[in-house]
């Protein structure tokens, strides 16, 4: 009860927001360039890309980890006026597998192509994208360049609750409407999830199929609305699809719906933010609801929830902004994250407080220029009791958990 009023609180900011004072867009890289079709030849190939490197240390456990998290290569080309290739190819923790150079080395990265899509204009206002694309859910997941974010990590809550970055085969719309300005709309239809992928402790997320020979017959929509006011921008997004990713044998053998939105996951945020004279608050409150939960543990033993929520604030302020006006900046900023990944079970699941969880982050961002940051922050985490039915390893083999736990936390990141 306690969680849900902290989540009311979040909301009803987030809905006093909508009463106050259109967000310049701005072009960052040259991806956004051929996107906003700023390119004034026929016919143009643009690479751009993104990464970013981390350290971060583990207070109470005194271990430490540095990797290469992410770099990525965009090319796209832009056919004519009308038709452009949107790709993206990215490899996360630096090394994939062992090769002959480095004998004995296992990697622990992955590559993937994060989007591959193909986007129709239709006029200066509306266009189709085909592909493997990223739908508008929440913040981070269709803007997710580690140099528009604070903090090292991204925000805990657009990785457990929302899956960022949440890509999927299908094609959407997205326009405007004229008799509203500032207020635009998407619709989109993909592939749906893979429920053998749910997991406790991480809600949908694993369940994604991002473009991997998406199985099952089960279907996504997606719609958002994005509004524009001033220094304001507000977003509401809703996602609903089906989680059957097997024939319709195995899921009948599974007791599991196999329909194109059999066993729905349904997903909603609703998102503020305020950006003037150096300040920048976002706010966000996001929620999952998965219907047939206690058919998908019966399937697949996963302890998956009925329902999962949270929300966060954060605040931030350029220290440099009366000076630079955003050409160099220095970003203080803090965040208060509050989730429950485990809000509401099924009969057959088991309950664990460690899902209840709070992090406060604080830190700085520093941008020497437009597409460069060095991240330095503190998140502090705390959640509930581990439930000993829950722990695999007894002890003394178990491994120490900390309901209360410190990181601190130092990152670079670029995009060009």
Known sequence: MQGYRRLCMLISISVLLFWSTPSRSQVLTAED???????????????????EAAYALDLQKKTAEASLR?????VGHKFNNRISLFTELELENALVAGNGSDEGITGKGGISMEQAFLKFNLDPTSYI?????????????ENHLPTTFNGVDRPFLEELVIPSTWREIGVGFYSTIKSV???????????????????????????????????GLALAATGSLLYYINDFRFQLSAY?????????????????????????VVLGDVNGQYIHNGWNIR?????????????INKAYASNTPELIYGAYGEAGYDLFYKKHHGEKS????????????????????????VNRKQYIIAGLTYKPVRGVAIKLDYVHRITGEPNPALIVTPFPQQIPYYKSNGFLNVGMAYNF
């Open 283 to 295: 706010i966000i409150a996001s929620a999952v609801s998965i219907g047939n939960a206690a058919v």
């Open 330 to 353: 220095l970003i203080a900023f803090g965040r208060y994250e509050y989730m429950d990944l485990s809000a509401r079970l099924p009969y057959n699941g088991i309950q664990n407080d």
């Open 129 to 141: 994208v085909a592909g493997l694309f990223i739908p508008r859910v929440g913040f981070i997941n």
């Open 240 to 264: 609903a699809g089906g989680s059957t990713a097997v024939e319709g044998r195995v899921a009948d053998s599974l007791a599991l719906n196999s329909g194109p939105f059999g066993n729905a």
């Open 70 to 74: 992410r770099v990525v290569l965009f």
């Open 33 to 51: 360039s051929l996107y906003s079709g700023l390119l004034s030849k026929e016919q143009a190939t643009v690479l751009s890309g993104y990464g």
């Open 181 to 215: 300005p500032g207020l635009n709309y998407s619709v989109s239809l993909t592939n749906g999830l893979n429920s053998g992928g749910f997991t406790n402790g991480s809600g949908i997320r694993e369940g994604r199929q991002l473009g991997s020979k998406a199985g």
